[in-house]
């Protein structure tokens, strides 16, 4: 039995091999009777499916070159982009200081405004002030004795007028005013021996020598001996004579010039 299926087996492959065999003989006998032809029909597939691989590998080529590229910048562009929020962030820093620096400016600015606004409150003031200062020092003066008068006339023509008062700083016009009174109660202090030109009581002017006692009373005596008193008055200084008081002026006048021992001198005095 199994002879007989080895021999039905190889039967039916001889068979097959024959089929074969004989429908390739048909195939070659129908399409392609010329080698020729048949070489011809194929080159140019062979040659379209060469051209076509070429431009395919080379796509891909290009395709694999353009990720590549692609990649790199994608890299680049990233770096570039953290750079710029670093930068970013450092910007926005600054510009947090720089606004609080700002506000800190407007700040003080505000009270250095505020500032300068009560200062020009306190020099109108101060203005107001040495200004009526002024005008006191100037009765003053017009009511000091002479002598004073001219020791003190470069300070008085130093306080300013209205046309002037801009021009001078409100510290040089107290400076100005201290300087004044500070000489007057010197003066106030004081025993004051000056020669001055007299109307005596026949109307000819002559030369008397005058005690100024401070800045309230004065006396003086002529060569002649005609003697008078005076007093301090809004429009200068009043004299009057008086006969009773010659022997005592030329007293007084020799102790301040240590010509007399010093002593006990009355005159007389008003106390305003």
């Known amino acids: 039995m199994q002879t007989q299926r080895r021999q039905d087996g190889a039967r039916r492959r001889n068979g097959a091999v024959a089929l074969g065999a004989l429908g390739l003989a048909c195939v070659l006998t129908a399409g392609a009777t010329r080698p ?28 694999s070159k353009e990720r590549k590229d692609w990649q790199q910048g994608k890299e680049v562009l990233l770096g570039r982009l953290e750079l710029v929020k670093q930068e970013v962030a450092t910007l926005e820093d600054k510009i947090r200081e720089a606004q609080t620096k700002v506000e800190e400016h407007h700040l003080k600015h505000g009270l250095a405004l505020d500032e300068v606004d009560h200062l020009k409150s306190i020099a109108n003031e101060l203005g107001v002030r040495v200004a009526a200062l002024e005008e006191a020092a100037r009765r003053l003066l017009a009511s000091a004795p002479e002598p004073v008068q001219v020791r003190l006339l470069p300070l008085a023509q130093r306080m300013p007028d209205e046309s002037t008062k801009a021009k001078v700083s409100i510290a040089e016009r107290y400076q100005n005013v201290i300087g004044i009174l500070n000489e007057l109660n010197k003066a106030n202090n004081e025993l004051t021996v000056s020669y001055e030109i007299r109307n005596l009581s026949d109307g000819k002017p002559a ?57 006990f001198v009355p005159l007389p005095a008003r106390i305003q």
């Open 36 to 63: 020729q032809d048949v070489l011809g029909s194929r080159t140019p597939a062979l040659e379209e499916t060469r051209l076509k691989l070429g431009k395919w590998i080379e796509t891909q080529q290009l395709v």
């Open 207 to 263: 030369e008397v020598r005058v005690i100024y006692v401070g800045l309230a009373q004065a006396y003086y005596v002529s060569a002649g001996g005609e003697a008078g008193i005076g007093r301090p008055s809004a429009e200068g200084w009043h004299w009057e004579p008086s006969k009773t008081i010659a022997d005592d002026v030329l007293v007084a006048l020799e102790i301040l010039q240590n010509k007399h021992t010093p002593a």
